[in-house]
């Protein structure tokens, strides 16, 4: 039951950092073996993750990060939170991304990938591996139609410099998203979270959407 979630902060509404930090303390209820952040600036992408609760993280995270990210809070159900590959974000060599759930299938979906070679044990990393080193010309929903077990979604493509952000739920996990009126994104797992959220930070939600199950969506600038 790992908690996940996002941002994605247009005209400057809110110190992104403190966004992160918020979700991090907030989303700590459904998993404290590990917590981590991601978030593009500049044309790269950088992670910060430690196997510490999100509160932990949440106080060391001071730096000027990016306005587009993701986050989770890890209740470890495979690969032990003590290797820093088994956390989230997940760098899957090319997609960086969060998983709330459990995946039945992470080796088959490892065999299916092309050029890629595992890191590590979490299940989460065949999805992204999946989303990045599929065969040629298998579509999104090709991909994700392999996964077994059950999965919310939110990952970054590294080095993107249009900075999007990608959001899928698949099955069961939940996923949530609040957007203000001047476009600002924020996703979590909870739409109790995503209010608090909204709360702690000082914005108004315009607009609010529970993800449905099998859907994907992406953000660029709100
Ligand atoms: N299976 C993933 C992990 O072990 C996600 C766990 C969860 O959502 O509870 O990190």
């Not at 209820?29 to 510490?52: F, L, M, P, Q």
């Not at 059950?150 to 939940?174: I, M, V």
């Not at 209010?195 to 449905?212: A, G, N, S, Y």
């Amino acid at each position: 039951m790992c908690g996940i979630g996002a941002f994605q902060i247009v005209r400057d509404e809110v110190d992104p950092a403190k966004v992160a930090r918020v979700l991090l303390r907030l989303l700590e209820v459904r998993g404290k073996d590990a917590s981590g952040v991601a978030w593009h600036k500049g044309g790269d992408t950088y992670i910060c993750k430690e196997n510490c609760a999100g509160a932990d993280l949440a106080r060391r995270l001071t730096k000027d990060i990016g306005t587009t990210g993701i986050v989770h809070t890890r209740w470890a159900t495979k690969g032990s939170p003590t290797i820093a590959g088994n956390n989230h974000p997940i760098d899957a060599q090319g997609i960086v991304g969060v998983h709330n759930g459990h995946i039945s299938n992470d080796d088959d979906l490892i065999k299916l990938c092309v050029d890629y070679k595992r890191q590590a044990q979490v299940d989460s990393e065949a999805i992204f591996a999946l989303l990045g080193h599929a065969p040629k010309g298998w579509t999104l929903a090709q991909k994700v139609e392999q996964v077994q077990g059950n999965a919310s979604l939110l990952w970054l493509a590294s080095h993107d410099k249009s900075e999007t952000l990608h959001a899928s739920r698949l099955q069961s996990s939940p996923l949530v998203f609040g957007q203000t009126a001047k476009g600002s994104i924020i996703f979590a797992s909870t739409k109790a979270i995503l209010l608090e959220t909204f709360r702690r930070c000082d914005l108004k939600v315009d607009f609010i959407h529970e993800m449905v199950q099998g859907t994907y969506l992406q953000a660029q600038g709100g």
